[in-house]
């Protein structure tokens, strides 16, 4: 069992630029997250989805996307790239909503 | 909107002795707290949860207390070990969707 898997690890981007973040488990969880994390702010959720099919704005989802291709896989996307979205990002699963959350091991984005 | 207030950002013990980490919440229908630790580099991982039908939940080391009237909970870490340097986050449901609103942290370091 690997978990949840997510990548990259590392991405440097220039303003303007897309990108998207690959993030999938092998847990057969139903809620999957996407969060960051910045220094002393903790972790803000961006996007959730409670269940495959469905998607929910979090704390912080402006300048995001997110698609849940299937029951696996919650992907993040930026569409223009800005200094502000500089930050370590997190994917997440559980069992349900308000269950033990399990991480990924994190991508480091820095936009120039 | 909600927020949850995690005291304080730092926590210097000696080893041995024990550290108390608090939290406060805003939303009085919050029902699920899980505290999570995240050493240096890694992933955060649950350490421990509690649910707001239940005041107090231990296990080995560890302890949580939640007090719903004054909405607020904190972790206990009894004879604290190297290996608990980390940074330690709370978590609060909010009722209405079951997301998670996190404390800013609190970077634990346990002195020789």
């Known amino acids: 069992n690997a978990g949840v898997t997510q990548t990259p690890k590392f991405q440097v981007l220039k303003t303007g630029q897309s990108m998207t973040l690959q993030c999938a488990q092998d847990?057969?969880?139903?809620?999957m997250y996407w969060y960051r994390q910045d220094p002393g702010m903790g972790l803000r959720l961006i996007y959730y989805?409670?269940?495959?099919?469905?998607?929910d704005k979090g704390e912080v989802p402006n300048g995001y996307n997110v698609s849940r291709l299937n029951k696996r896989e919650f992907s993040l996307r930026l569409e223009s790239a800005a200094p502000s979205q500089t930050s370590v990002y997190f994917c997440a699963s559980s069992a349900s909503m308000n269950t033990e959350a399990f991480f990924g091991q994190g991508t480091r984005l820095t936009v120039v | 909107g909600e927020n949850v207030e995690q005291h304080p950002s730092t926590l210097s013990v000696q080893e041995g002795d024990s550290a108390v980490i608090k939290c406060t919440y805003s939303d009085s229908a919050s029902n699920y707290f899980p505290w999570y630790k995240q050493e240096l580099g890694k992933r955060p991982q649950l350490i421990i949860d509690i649910r707001s039908n239940v005041g107090e939940k231990k296990d080995q080391r560890i302890a949580v207390t939640l007090n719903k009237t004054a909405k607020h909970f904190s972790l206990h870490i009894t004879e604290t070990q190297p290996e608990d340097s980390a940074v330690y986050f709370c978590a609060a449901s909010i009722n209405s969707n079951y997301q998670l609103i996190w404390g800013a942290g609190t970077k634990l370091i346990i002195k020789p």
């Open positions: 989805s409670a269940s495959e099919g469905t998607t």
């Open positions: 847990m057969n969880h139903n809620s």
